[in-house]
């Protein structure tokens, strides 16, 4: 693609960046068969394309975003299927990401925008705020229905997603370290989330379990908290390096004073953006190496578990386990068949998921922010498990479990709850019958 970019434009390093990934798209049109709104939409301005044309026009041409821009690029999923079908290696991740910093900067939203979207920011990284909401929002959550369209129906899809059952606190989510049975080959740190320990803490206690029970020492890090991601997809650039520089910060002491073998994330949209710390730091003298470092030492904790040799204690009886592969476990870190072969070799029977490379609609706020193409998008997904007979969905990101369990009546667990369960752990509380796990 031909840029016009003049050499004061490009004197600015973001300018730069975005012009070395401009001028690698050669307008093959190959993203627009994976765009997910693009297949629901056909225009050609909610595809990858057409944003890369929206991106180049308004920086080549140094204006501030406008409401057309604004309205395809707040469309957009970030689910970066286009990523994996480019056959030039866009880096449209990066792109959009910078568009979204721009329109932050230069586009002043609507009222009732700026104030939904600060609402999320101020809650959703924020455990102990999150939970306060959400335990007010199922109280209302009954009452959605009468929110209508209000705020193109951001209000109805808010309370509707509020789960309907909230566990306790868990200790697992806590700083604190784990220490391995029996000989011990790693010692790793655990990034325990923000939404995650709210909605399920059961995860990060089978992920203890799971690991812990094949000698890995697992240490939440003091300090360590959300991963920038929910603050970095809305634009919101300062409040994301904040949050990414005290998890380095609490990892690094981590390394420092016990060895570190490895940052372990189990769910797949922290898992993108922790692996992404090099590039989000990048121009921070004090904190660029470090978190180069650390970015390069992530692994998801399937990528951990097929090194440890899992072992199967018991034969598992969820009869048929339909997995879905989570847009950034799939596009964002190419993490494509390892949970499948992991789970197969865990003894349980896997059904892939037709057209799994379309995303399912969570992509951290989007069923939030666009809940409209969300649920059209969800219900595409959930048709195509349906056609599968799944008596188990399992993935691998919290985003995607509430997504889905929103919209079936089929359990919707943790790769690593069915991996723990298999090799000695509890049966995951979600499969048990009377279990309160719906959303």
């Avoid at 056959?87 to 910078?98: A, E, I, K, W």
């Amino acid at each position: 693609m031909q840029t016009h970019f003049s050499l004061a434009q490009l004197a600015d390093p973001t300018i730069a960046e975005a012009e070395g990934i401009l001028r690698n798209c050669v307008h093959c049109g190959f993203c627009t068969a994976t765009c997910p709104t693009y297949v629901l939409l056909g225009d050609e301005l909610d595809s990858p394309r057409g944003r890369i044309y929206l991106i180049k026009d308004m920086l080549e041409n140094d204006r501030p975003a406008n409401a057309n821009v604004v309205k395809h690029i707040d469309r957009c999923l970030s689910c970066l299927a286009c990523t994996t079908t480019c056959p030039s290696g866009v880096d449209y991740m990066h792109l959009v990401d910078g568009a979204r910093a721009r329109i932050e900067k230069t586009y002043t939203r609507p009222l009732a925008d700026r104030w939904f979207r600060a609402l999320l920011a101020a809650l959703l990284p924020y455990p102990k705020r999150f939970r306060v909401a959400l335990l007010g929002a199922a109280m209302v959550r009954p009452f959605a229905g009468l929110f209508g369209m209000a705020m193109g129906g951001r209000i109805a899809a808010m309370f509707r997603l509020a789960p309907r059952y909230l566990s306790p606190p868990d200790d697992s989510d806590r700083p604190g370290s784990s220490p391995a049975a029996g000989a011990r080959v790693k010692r790793v740190a655990l990034l325990t989330g923000c939404a995650q320990p709210v909605l399920r803490p059961e995860i990060n206690a089978a992920t203890i379990r799971l690991l812990t029970r094949h000698g890995v020492e697992v240490v939440v890090a003091e300090g360590a908290g959300c991963c920038g991601a929910l603050s970095h997809h809305m634009g919101k650039e300062a409040a994301a390096a904040d949050m990414a520089r005290a998890n380095v910060d609490a990892w690094w002491q981590l390394k420092l004073t016990g060895g570190l073998d490895a940052v372990v994330i189990n769910a797949s949209g922290c898992g993108t953006t922790v692996k992404d710390y090099a590039h989000m730091l990048a121009s921070d003298p004090d904190y660029a190496d470090k978190a180069a470092e650390l970015a390069a030492m992530t692994v998801d904790v399937t990528e951990l578990c097929a090194d440890l040799d899992l072992t199967v204690a018991k034969p598992p009886e969820a009869g048929r386990v339909t997995y879905h592969s989570a847009c950034s476990m799939q596009h964002g870190q190419k993490i494509t068949q390892l949970p499948k072969q992991l789970l197969t070799q865990a003894g349980f029977a896997v059904a892939e998921v037709p057209e799994g490379h379309l995303c399912c609609g969570s992509a951290g706020t989007y069923n939030l922010l666009q809940p409209q193409l969300a649920e059209r998008l969800k219900a595409r997904k959930l048709g195509h498990i349906a056609s599968t007979h799944p008596d188990v969905i399992a993935t691998g990101n919290i985003g995607c479990m509430m997504q889905l369990g929103s919209g079936t009546d089929v359990p919707v667990v943790h790769t690593v709850e069915l991996l723990d369960w298999a090799s000695g752990g509890p049966k995951p509380a979600a499969l048990e019958p009377d279990s309160m796990r719906a959303s």
